[in-house]
């Protein structure tokens, strides 16, 4: 097996379809990789072409050179589509029963030098390695939705897992236009989810105390700071909110704030039939009739529009996509 992918097309196993695992063969698939997928559940083809053709309609925007396409096959079986492949993402429900049932039927049939990855949003690799055959080779690859247009994966290992085998995850990942940020620690949810738990939890105190609607809140992110952090981020937003002193006039001004009783991150608020009607109607409202295929649609194409205009700026996201631009002409 050899470590890094070249010329000769590699093979990735993709156990699990829905958005996330259909998401995941679009990105191998339309990077070069020839994709063995497998969900035995009536609709998983169904879905997986439609985020397929969703993908190829967003990387020509993207992309300078657009990748040959690997070779698509639906296999029969776990083991089918498991043998021989260099990188196995499994994204199955995210209940931890069925992961191990699923991880342990991937290792029964895979090659041992194999890296097997999950996409859960909550897990920690060690939860997932109890009771494996092999720990060392089960790792955390949790991408964002849709996985064939952002870039980034938290990539997490566990005290049973070597530098080697992230290092060669990442290598893999990067094949595939990913950016791979690899975790200092296992944490559960990680970091991503951790920090848009926060949001969420008090964003549902906000509903619930009638103080905004759904509406309002997402008006709210959408026409500030969401804009600033899709090219800035939080730190960085931060130290330019700080002006010519920078993060530290940024934190000896607004450091205080931290003790004053704003926010509620601390408590739950009870999702009742109320709160959840509530939440229901105004969603709904807000769709306007939209069905969530046009959603979908309406998400990727302003995706697509964003992350050209920050490789314009050659900015964040934008300038990781340069750089992937420029590795693949070079590799012409």
Known sequence: MSEIP????????????????????????LNGWDVRFFDPSEDAERILHAVIARGRDALP?????????????????????????????ESTPERIEVKRAVLRSIQEACEA???????????????LQDGSLRPEQIIVS??????????????????????????RASRYLESVSMKPVVLGAEVPAHVGDRLLEA?????????????????????????????????KGLFE?????????????FLEQFGPCLEWPWTKL??????????IDRIVEQSDEQ??????????NERDRNLVALLKALREEDAAAGAFLNEVNRRHQGEE
């Open 6 to 29: 070249g010329r000769s097309r590699p093979t990735a196993a993709i156990i699990g379809g829905g958005v996330i695992g259909s998401g995941w063969a679009t990105r191998f698939l």
């Open 61 to 89: 925007a993207l992309c300078d050179v657009v990748p040959e396409e690997g070779t698509l096959t639906i296999a029969s079986s776990t083991a089918d589509a498991v043998v021989g492949a260099r990188y196995i993402q």
């Open 113 to 127: 030098e194999a890296i097997v990855a999950s996409s859960t949003s909550g897990f920690m690799p060690s939860e």
């Open 142 to 167: 949790h991408p964002y939705n849709p996985v064939y247009l952002l870039p980034l994966v938290e990539v997490v290992g566990s005290d049973n897992v070597s530098k080697e085998l992230l290092d």
């Open 199 to 231: 949001l969420w939890r008090e964003a549902l105190w906000l509903v619930k105390d009638g103080v905004a609607t759904t509406g309002q809140i997402d008006d709210i992110i959408t026409h500030s700071f969401g804009l600033r952090w899709a090219q």
């Open 237 to 249: 937003t931060y130290r330019v909110a700080g002006g010519q002193a920078g993060m530290k006039h």
């Open 266 to 275: 601390m408590d739950v608020p009870d999702l009742n039939e109320e709160l």
């Open 287 to 296: 769709a306007a009739g939209r069905t969530v295929m046009q959603l979908e």
